[in-house]
Each structure stands twice: as structure tokens, then as C-alpha cells.
């Protein structure tokens, strides 16, 4: 009924870590993926149906969902009893929603342009910069101690996500570093890690 087409070591790692957090690993089929990776490694795999080659790709009865934070959207409202996304209706819903879209249109440009180097009036207008992406995940994480304050959602998982996979990114503030430390050592997410490891060494 559904399956993702999961690239080891890539962003869609973080929907393998949302399954296993939801508990709902049985529902899901598990395709892995070759993906094109930035050091050159790698091609784009026939057997992906993401327009772009990319991971993830979610396929429900043949509806293709890409993009992670849709994806995610997409999870939690079809098991909305997993609590781990609240539903329209639900206090925490908008905030929610801004995170996921928040991460997509502000959070991970601003930080690939910083990797990158990449500086131009135009990209800081429209983006901003890593400093303001840390002020705004340090004043909700003030309240804490998840991005949505008591509850920890699909929202940490995916905003938490660039500062593990680019540690030069992560600032040097303990709260951000403490949270990025709980979200990855989470059962669900060192499950996530420990497959990849396995899909890797039957890969080589
Ligand atoms: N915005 C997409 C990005 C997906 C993405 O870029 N995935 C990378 C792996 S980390 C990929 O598949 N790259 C292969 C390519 O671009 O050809 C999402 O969050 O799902």
C-alpha cells in the first residue's frame, strides 16, 4: 500500500526515522535507491519514480509524494494517532505547519548558501542567514524542550536534520546543541542509522 524509495545516509533518512518513531515500519515498503551524491558517488536509479531522482519518494496506491516535510505531512495525518503530528484543530497545528514550511523555504537555503559561500544581497533578502535561523529555533526551544514546547513531532526530526548531517553548521549555542543531541539519540533514529549501516554493507 505505501512504499518509500529510501537513498542510505540522505535526507530521507529522516521519514525511516518518523516510521519508526510512529511504529508504523510494517505499513511501509522500503525501497533503497541509488541517489546522485554531491562528492560524485552514485547515479540516478531507474527504479526511483521521483521526477528528480531524489530521496525521498513515498508512493500510496499510486500517488507519488515527494518532498520530505509533504511526505511527513502526509504520514502523520493518515496515522494521526501516532502523535507525531498534531491535526487540523489542534492548538500546536499551525506552528506545525510552519516548521516543516519554514524549514523548506528558509532554514535549508540559508544554510546550504552558507556551506556553499554563496553571499548576494538577493539570497539574504529573501533567506536571511544562520544567525537568524538560530535565533528563531532557540527562542521556541527556550520554551522547549521540542521545537512545538512539550511535544516532540516530525517537526524536530526534519529541523534538527541539516545541523546533524553539516556539523559546521551547528552553532555554538547549548540549547540548539542539546537538542540536536536528544533528537539523534533517539531509539528511532540510531534504528534509522543502524539500517543504513546494513543497507551499506550489502550495497559494497
Ligand atoms: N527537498 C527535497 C530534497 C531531496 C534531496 O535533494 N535528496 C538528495 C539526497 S540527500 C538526493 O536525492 N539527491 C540526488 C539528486 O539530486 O540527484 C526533500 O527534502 O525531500
Known amino acids: 500500500m505505501l512504499t518509500l524509495f529510501h537513498a542510505p545516509?540522505?535526507?530521507?533518512?529522516?521519514?525511516?526515522?518518523?516510521m519508526n518513531e510512529m511504529g508504523i515500519a510494517d505499513w511501509i515498503k522500503v525501497i533503497p535507491v541509488d541517489v546522485r551524491r554531491m562528492d560524485g558517488t552514485g547515479h540516478t536509479d531507474p527504479a526511483n519514480p521521483h521526477p528528480e531522482g531524489k530521496a525521498p519518494a513515498l508512493l500510496h496506491d499510486g500517488v507519488l509524494i515527494t518532498e520530505t516535510s509533504a511526505i511527513m505531512l502526509y504520514l502523520t495525518g493518515m496515522f494521526p494517532a501516532t502523535g507525531l503530528g498534531p491535526q487540523v484543530g489542534d492548538a500546536d497545528y499551525g506552528a506545525y505547519l510552519t516548521w516543516l514550511n519554514w524549514y523548506n523555504s528558509m532554514m535549508e537555503p540559508a544554510l546550504i548558501c552558507a556551506v556553499a559561500g554563496t553571499d548576494h544581497p538577493a539570497l539574504t533578502a529573501t533567506f536571511r542567514g544562520p544567525e537568524q535561523v538560530t535565533a528563531r529555533i532557540r527562542a521556541a526551544l527556550e520554551k522547549g524542550p521540542w521545537l512545538l514546547g512539550d511535544r516532540f513531532s516530525a517537526?524536530?526530526?526534519?529541523?534538527?536534520?541539516?545541523?546533524?548531517?553539516?556539523?559546521?553548521?551547528?552553532?555554538?549555542?547549548?540549547?540548539?546543541?542539546?537538542?540536536?543531541?536528544?533528537?539523534?539519540?533517539?531509539?528511532?533514529?540510531?534504528?534509522?542509522?543502524?539500517?543504513?549501516?546494513?543497507?551499506?554493507?550489502?550495497?559494497?
Open 9 to 18: 545516509r540522505s535526507r530521507s533518512g529522516r521519514v525511516i526515522a518518523l
Open 155 to 204: 517537526a524536530d526530526i526534519l529541523v534538527h536534520s541539516p545541523y546533524a548531517f553539516f556539523t559546521q553548521a551547528l552553532p555554538d549555542d547549548p540549547l540548539i546543541r542539546d537538542w540536536v543531541a536528544r533528537c539523534q539519540a533517539r531509539p528511532a533514529m540510531l534504528a534509522a542509522k543502524a539500517m543504513d549501516t546494513g543497507l551499506m554493507a550489502q550495497a559494497a
